[in-house]
């Protein structure tokens, strides 16, 4: 109730929100395993399709992307914050293999992997 005596009402959640929380609880759990996208809309029982259409409507961008995202950060802080090898990181986080990983990771951040880790920790090359 607000102070002037009217009930509050709480934003009811759309379908779209729901979808994406759920997915992104199952990213949290599964991003370092080479799940699709495919894998995690069959695991909340819909489509590929009605997935990515969900997380498009609720945070603008694909479950494909928000799945790359995901495994990106987790690349960036082990390269960051461990000695941890590329090749291992890249197994880690389910990539099929090393070079596709660096070419995935250099793509998304416009560095190798060893660029980035070497930048990360203000070092210069």
């Known amino acids: 109730i607000t102070h002037l005596g009217t009930p509050t009402r709480r934003p009811r959640l759309k379908a779209a929100q729901l979808q994406t929380a759920a997915f992104l609880a199952l990213l949290e759990t599964y991003h370092t395993t080479s799940k699709s996208p495919q894998h995690y809309a069959k695991m909340l029982g819909m489509t590929p399709t009605h997935l990515s259409r969900g997380t498009n409507q609720a945070?603008?961008?694909?479950?494909?992307?928000?799945?790359?995202?995901?495994?990106?950060?987790?690349?960036?802080?082990?390269?960051?914050?461990?000695?941890?090898?590329?090749?291992?990181?890249?197994?880690?986080?389910?990539?099929?293999?090393?070079?596709?990983?660096?070419?995935?990771?250099?793509?998304?951040?416009?560095?190798?992997?060893?660029?980035?880790?070497?930048?990360?920790?203000?070092?210069?090359?």
């Open 59 to 125: 945070v603008g961008h694909s479950a494909s992307f928000l799945l790359s995202a995901r495994k990106m950060h987790a690349a960036k802080t082990l390269l960051a914050d461990t000695r941890i090898k590329v090749a291992q990181i890249s197994r880690d986080l389910g990539f099929s293999s090393a070079g596709y990983f660096t070419r995935s990771f250099q793509s998304h951040c416009h560095l190798s992997p060893t660029q980035f880790r070497t930048a990360s920790r203000g070092l210069v090359p």
